[in-house]
């Protein structure tokens, strides 16, 4: 069994959005360190709509990823390849998570109901995402992946190196590899993970007002 943080980023917020930046490989080793800390056997580093592959630490599971801006919301890409450069809003769901398959790499719904339409696209995604920003809606969130018929997978969605592991995927693969990993997800081995520690249950309240504020959630949520 591997515990994996399906979703993050290597640097603050969404500065520089879909650049890399000098910050990232610091970013990266940061990340790692909260990631041993929590426990975790790894992590997918997904910057937006850009993928490097960064160095989190030697003795973490490093997953190639990117979070691609498509025409209705944000897919995780994650696998041996991903694309390393994407266009920001001109790529359909279905487009990417087909590019995904291509290049051996699973196609997840990121936070599904935060400025997103994808999961009504004919995509044909392999799983949906627990988002470590607001698990208060997993109940939605597991009601959706049973109608897409698909399994749940964590992420933190950190763009700070304090949020690593805030959620989680524990992976039933037979390998350390990103491959073995791919095969675990379309096969509905995984399971997510939220931590509830006190600093994770403050940053949610704060990303729940500032969502809210943006118009990228619901205020029922």
């Not at 990340?31 to 989190?56: I, K």
Request: aromatic share 6%; hydrophobic share 35%.
């Amino acid at each position: 069994m591997l515990r994996l943080d399906l979703h993050t980023h290597t640097r603050f917020f969404h500065w520089n959005e879909g650049s890399p930046t000098w910050f990232d490989p610091l970013g990266a080793r940061l990340l790692g360190r909260v990631a041993r800390h929590r426990n975790l056997d790894g992590m997918a580093l997904t910057n937006h709509d850009y993928y490097r592959p960064y160095e989190p630490g030697s003795s973490l599971v490093t997953l190639p990823g990117i979070e691609v801006s498509t025409t209705r919301g944000h897919v995780l890409v994650v696998g041996p390849d991903p694309p390393t450069d994407t266009a920001p809003d001109k790529h359909t769901p279905a487009a990417v998570a087909d590019a995904a398959h291509d290049h051996g790499c699973a196609a997840i719904l990121a936070h599904p109901y935060r400025n997103s339409t994808v999961a009504e696209s004919d995509a044909a995604l392999d799983a949906v995402e627990v988002n470590g920003k607001h698990p208060q809606r997993r109940a939605k969130v597991e009601r959706l992946a049973v109608e897409l018929d698909l399994p749940l997978v964590g992420g933190s969605d950190a763009h700070y190196p304090i949020e690593a592991g805030r959620a989680f995927t524990v992976v039933d693969a037979n390998e350390r590899t990103p491959e073995a990993v791919v095969e675990s997800i379309r096969d509905g081995r995984v399971e997510p993970r939220v931590d509830n520690r006190l600093s994770d249950r403050l940053l949610r309240k704060l990303y729940a007002r500032v969502h809210r504020a943006k118009g990228h959630a619901d205020r029922s949520d």
